[in-house]
C-alpha cells in the first residue's frame, strides 16, 4: 500500500520551536530546514512525501518541484494549503493508497477525516522524527562498532558527496 503524508508547511513550521524560531529571521531558511527533514522522514518511512505551503509568501503562480526527492508545492495566490491539501486527499485516495495530513489546524482535521485521510498533529509529527533520529544515531553507532578500522582519511567533500547520493541527490 502506497502511504502519502502531505505536510501542511507553515503550519509544521509554526508549531516546531527550532523551525518558528527560524522563520522570524529567514522564512526560506525555515521551509528549507523543514523539507531537509521530509526528506530524511521519507527515506526512514518509504512514505511519498508532499510539502505545501500558501502562495501568500512566494507570490506568483502555482508551482511544484522536488527538493531532496520531497515534492514541494507552492499554491496558487487564491488557494490555500488546506484547500489543495482537501483537494489531493480526495484526488489521491483509493484502495491502495493511504494518505496521512500533517497538521495542527483543528478544521482542517476534521475536513481530513471526512475524507477518510489520517491525521497527524505537527508536534506529534516532530516527536516521530526525533525518535526516527535516535534510531538512525543508534544504528550507525553499531554498524560503526563493527566495522574494522581504516586508515582512510576522506575530507569533507567526499564525506558531504557521499551523504547526497546516499539521499538520492544528484
Do not use: C
Request: glycine share 4%; aromatic share 10%; charged share 35%.
Amino acid at each position: 500500500m502506497e502511504q502519502i503524508l502531505l505536510v501542511d508547511g507553515y503550519n509544521v513550521i509554526g508549531a516546531w520551536p527550532e523551525l518558528s524560531f527560524l522563520k522570524d529571521r529567514d522564512l526560506e531558511a525555515a521551509r528549507d530546514k523543514l523539507i531537509e527533514w521530509m526528506a530524511e522522514y521519507q527515506s526512514y518511512t518509504g512514505y511519498r512525501v508532499v510539502v505545501v505551503f500558501d502562495a501568500q509568501f512566494v507570490r506568483g503562480v502555482k508551482r511544484k518541484s522536488k527538493k531532496h526527492q520531497v515534492e514541494v508545492v507552492f499554491t496558487h495566490e487564491d488557494e490555500t494549503a488546506d484547500e489543495y491539501i482537501e483537494q489531493k486527499a480526495i484526488e489521491w485516495k483509493n484502495a491502495r493508497t493511504q494518505i496521512i495530513v500533517a497538521t495542527s489546524d483543528y478544521t482542517e482535521q476534521w475536513a481530513i477525516f471526512g475524507q477518510g485521510a489520517l491525521r497527524i498533529s505537527s508536534r506529534e509529527l516532530l516527536f516521530e522524527i526525533q525518535e526516527m533520529s535516535k534510531q538512525i544515531e543508534k544504528k550507525i553507532k553499531r554498524i560503526q562498532e563493527k566495522m574494522p578500522k581504516s586508515n582512510l582519511n576522506l575530507d569533507s567533500d567526499i564525506i558531504s558527496q557521499l551523504e547526497k547520493w546516499r539521499r538520492g541527490e544528484d
